[in-house]
């Protein structure tokens, strides 16, 4: 792999998405407005993100030119998502996030792109729809042989966490995900501010925060700062 251009590339797909049935469509509405709301957070960080849409019924990808940057995209992502609910039905997606370098780069769809990431993100999101552990809905694949375990036990550990996430939760870590504080948590969420720490404390924001803390401080000591300015990326 060339470190220098490495980019990250999350391929996904909603979660039993027949059973949402005429909530089908506003839930692909929501992920796009999402994906928006993770472009502008990302683009005060100087990372850029390309979005396929949907294709292939419920897939879709996401590419981002800081790829230490994929961790908190695909928590941001599921925990909008997890606030959702249709019934007894959580709304959820299955992220396969694939790091590495880029062959092919076609801004105007991405889904054409090609390359070692996009092909790393679409085998880790083939290996969860044939995992018999159906709860697993996150896999990291690189092409540091080295660093696959610990991502394998940071993609486990956090899937546990969020599978007990509540509506209330999931939309307080999203926040959080955001740098709000617990003050302003509350005042979105229209809570007093011990209710929106208890909720934060109960779902693990601190394990959220170091957990991704850890991710960004691996991907920077193996790859090579981005040029934003390529256009390419």
């Given at each position: 792999m060339t470190t220098q251009?490495?980019?990250?590339?999350?391929?996904?797909?909603?979660?039993?998405?027949?059973?949402?049935?005429?909530?089908?469509?506003?839930?692909?509405?929501?992920?796009?407005?999402?994906?928006?709301?993770?472009?502008?957070?990302?683009?005060?960080?100087?990372?850029?993100?390309?979005?396929s849409g949907f294709y292939r019924g419920d897939s879709f990808q996401i590419a981002l030119s800081d790829p230490r940057y994929a961790l908190w995209t695909a928590l941001f992502l599921r925990s909008r998502l997890l606030q959702d609910r249709e019934k007894e039905i959580r709304v959820d997606a299955?992220?396969?996030?694939?790091?590495?370098?880029?062959?092919?780069?076609?801004?105007?769809?991405?889904?054409?792109?090609?390359?070692?990431?996009?092909?790393?993100?679409?085998?880790?999101?083939?290996?969860?729809?044939?995992?018999?552990?159906?709860?697993?809905?996150?896999?990291?694949?690189?092409?540091r042989q080295d660093q696959n375990e610990t991502f394998a036990v940071i993609s486990s550990c956090l899937d546990a966490l969020i599978h007990r996430w509540t509506p209330e939760q999931a939309a307080a870590i999203s926040l959080f995900l955001q740098d709000k504080t617990q003050d302003e948590i509350s005042r979105v969420l229209k809570i007093r501010q011990p209710a929106a720490q208890t909720r934060l404390q109960i779902a693990g924001h601190y394990a959220v925060r170091e957990t991704n803390e850890y991710f960004i401080k691996v991907l920077a000591h193996w790859i090579i700062e981005p040029d934003i300015n390529n256009p390419k990326i």
């Open positions: 251009g490495a980019v990250a590339v999350i391929t996904g797909d909603l979660v039993k998405s027949r059973n949402l049935k005429s909530k089908r469509t506003s839930t692909i509405n929501n992920l796009n407005k999402i994906v928006e709301g993770c472009r502008k957070y990302l683009a005060a960080k100087n990372c850029r993100l390309s979005y299955r992220l396969g996030l694939g790091l590495g370098s880029v062959s092919s780069w076609v801004e105007s769809n991405i889904s054409a792109s090609d390359g070692e990431a996009f092909q790393l993100s679409g085998e880790a999101l083939d290996s969860l729809k044939s995992s018999k552990e159906k709860y697993r809905r996150l896999r990291i694949c690189s092409p």
